[in-house]
């Protein structure tokens, strides 16, 4: 009976290291390694080096607090979220999907990312990693999605006629929201002839959206082939009004575009692909009514940014092709430009890119390349807060 108790609390204690969900709550040691670039004077920290990770979009908050991260990895066979410590550099696997992700949002205040697996929205707590599927949709499933600050509110961007024809469906694309309480799901928008995507929750108002009409380069993607005429668009939580953020100026073409921290303005690249400017490239700045509209000279091309929280550095990562720039903003202009790292990223499949992100406390810039051959997940070291 002794020998007995005594495997039963060496079974119990290999469960708490190595996961009692599958590989679920399994420590990966440190991969890290950091040096000084010798070009800018920066400190480089690689932090893995097994298999393909990447850390979340740019824009969904992909830092927990100043010293935690969630990281995407294949190293546990199919690609799972993991916890990324900046302390120590170890890795703590937080799900077990067997099925592939696709899409995510997080909210570090409520301790929760919200992902898909096939037609079935989960929710994953991650503090305790306990996973809970929230709803199960039908034929008309999220290919984009944001919730509400509150955690109230689940919106998303829907082909409502996926089934029409799998390469040329121009839809309707349309904008729903569903209550993560009562599990009612209500349209919210009108009814569009192009693929909607980019779906983002304001972060400080939870009756602003703003999503993206999607540009499609390659034949045999879904909706209509070419550029967006107009590409940022806003509606509201009660679905009572929205509509275009413009005018978008002749022969521009804008991207990526993200909230400010405090809710107000909303940032983006452009750049001229016709017309008498063409070839010309900015960082832009609108509010939704676009009566603060601004274009700032910079070689980014269709660069994925970040502001920080003090609203006066910007993060930008294909600054003259392969490079990481750090902007400082002052009176509507650059003040100061930063090249922070030569990245090299391929800029192949989605994970290759470095979709820059700022830690909470300004103290490093999270990113992502694969120049080693792999995408992995590196950060640079800038402390923000001691510039003030």
């Not at 991260?69 to 294949?74: K, M, T, Y």
């Not at 390469?167 to 209500?186: D, H, M, Q, R, V």
């Not at 400017?277 to 940014?305: C, E, M, W, Y």
Request: aromatic letters at 12%; charged letters at 20%.
């Amino acid at each position: 009976m002794k020998n007995i108790i005594i495997l039963l609390v060496l079974f119990s204690s290999i469960s708490i290291i190595y996961g009692r969900n599958g590989e679920v709550g399994k420590i990966w040691p440190s991969e890290k390694h950091t040096w000084v670039d010798d070009s800018t004077g920066y400190e480089i920290t690689q932090w893995t080096k097994t298999g393909e990770n990447w850390h979340l979009y740019f824009n969904i908050e992909s830092f927990m607090d100043n010293t935690h991260a969630i990281i995407n990895s294949d190293r546990a066979g199919n690609v799972n979220f993991f916890k990324l410590d900046l302390s120590s550099g170890e890795m703590t696997q937080m799900t077990d999907e067997k099925g592939k992700i696709s899409g995510t949002w997080h909210i570090p205040d409520v301790k929760t990312l919200w992902y898909m697996v096939g037609k079935d929205l989960k929710a994953l707590n991650t503090e305790t990693s306990l996973v809970q599927t929230v709803y199960t949709f039908d034929d008309v499933v999220p290919e984009s999605f944001a919730v509400t600050k509150d955690a109230k509110w689940f919106v998303y961007a829907a082909n409502k006629h996926s089934g029409w024809t799998a390469n040329k469906s121009t839809g309707p694309y349309a904008l729903f929201k569903l209550n993560l309480e009562t599990k009612i799901i209500k349209q919210i928008s009108p009814d569009y002839g192009f693929m909607m995507s980019h779906v983002q929750t304001n972060p400080a108002d939870t009756n602003l959206i703003s999503f993206c009409w999607q540009h499609q380069y390659r034949e045999g993607g879904t909706g209509i082939v070419g550029n967006a005429p107009v590409r940022i668009w806003w509606n509201n939580l009660s679905g009572t009004d929205g509509g275009p953020v413009g005018p978008q100026e002749f022969g521009i073409h804008r991207t990526h575009e993200f909230w400010f921290p405090d809710g107000k303005l909303m940032g983006f690249s452009a750049r001229y692909l016709y017309g008498p400017n063409k070839g010309k490239q900015f960082i832009g700045i609108t509010s939704l009514d676009s009566k603060k509209r601004i274009l700032l000279p910079a070689n980014v091309s269709a660069a994925h940014n970040q502001i920080f929280k003090d609203e006066k550095h910007w993060i930008s990562d294909q600054f003259n092709g392969p490079y990481l720039v750090l902007f400082t903003l002052g009176n509507d202009k650059i003040s100061e430009t930063k090249i922070l790292f030569r990245h090299d990223s391929s800029w192949g499949a989605q994970p290759t890119h470095p979709h820059p992100h700022f830690s909470p406390d300004g103290k490093y810039v999270m990113f992502s390349t694969d120049e080693s051959g792999t995408p992995q997940v590196y950060t640079v070291k800038i402390d923000l807060q001691k510039k003030k």
